[in-house]
DNA sequence: CAATAACGAAACGTAGCGTATCGTAAATAA
DNA sequence: TTATTTACGATACGCTACGTTTCGTTATTG
């Protein structure tokens, strides 16, 4: 674990509250105000709008209470935006397969029309300038997802909806590949009629 | 034309060296050093490491000569990178508009998988955080290139090679999106053997 | 030769980063 | 209780880079 990201906000804060130690522990109200301050300034000012003094004066702490928690603004707002938004995407069993991934698109589509899609955005351009930011949301966003998605494509082949020599992970990149690069940049919009033409065109001459 | 971009970086120098005023004319030999050394220094620190005053140096130019042809870094490195790359992709015509597009896919991962990968990633991410970036990206390499892909669908459309019923916005992005997708996001990499498989994935079942 | 405009060099004000210092507050340990 | 340890907020600091301004110089037009 050489990322100086936490896997997970907590175990930040644990590692140094857990008050095995003397001394004055570390303030969980800060805390939760620093976390709260970042998201609602990512959300006004945008990622490269948000300061770290910004967010201290917001949450009402010193600077120095921040960088005594996160080495930096990456790691600060990825935590911020993982603490609120974590759980994935979220597959119905309909017993059909393609009624399914359809439901999951428009979901995705939706979802990422809104202020979250922003924050993605925002996140997977800031990844290629920070190689730590990248893996950690390949890890806690894009991995989550698409082992969901896959597992539901391996479904529909196990249950002969979709044809046993299709890759799953080129299936799962064909269908939520146009969506994020549609969010990124921004050459059409996103709608609900999109996500219902792709997901027809992609699947579509993939029958068992 | 509100943007701060130039449509193209020669419109810039010719606005000013047309010669018409009085006055010592602006040195084209200047213009071609900035442009070169903003390339180099994209290369070599990539566009976050990239600073106004390492580009002036490296020119052998005062900052001041960069601040009166250019309003920023960003328009700055866009030129810079356009001037070289801009000649869009070229689609082979076979008579087969299925090969013709699969040989395109193949020649884009390959394209993107070298430096130009790098700067496109690079570009498309700051679109995030400068409009007008984004725009002038979107203009002057996505359009491009989708306008030229459509004309090939349309192509395939008209001869019978592809169902009348496809929207080819939609099949252009189904095509390109995933290869930008793992471009960007970097969660597999961007193989000949993924191009193939992408492109046989999304034409099946599209038969007239 | 006068007017004009770009040139390089340098200094400037601004902003935000991340660090260091300091006196204070809150916990543990003796 | 008292000493020790650690976090706290405030403040100042050094740094980098931005984008602007000033200035004396150089090249071009009329």
Redesign the interface.
Known sequence: MSSKFSEKSEELYDEACDAKHAGRPRCPVAHRNILQAARDLVAEV???GLTIEGVAARAGVGKTTIYRRWPNKSSLVLDAFFEDISPPAGFADTGNVREDIRRQMRKLVKELNGPTGCKI??L??????DKDM?EA??ARW??QR?AEARDVVKRGIAQGEIRRD??P???V??L???????L?????PLTPA?AD??TD???????D
Chains 1, 2 share one sequence.
């Not at 997977?124 to 300038?129: I, M």
């Not at 939520?176 to 549609?182: A, D, E, N, S, V």
């Open positions: 945008g990622f490269a955005a925002t997977l351009a800031n990844g290629q300038f990248a949301f390949r894009i991995e698409r299709v890759d992970d080129v299936l990149d064909a939520y590949g146009p969506i994020y690069f549609r990124l940049s921004g050459h059409a999109f033409a792709l065109l992609v699947l579509s001459g993939l029958d």
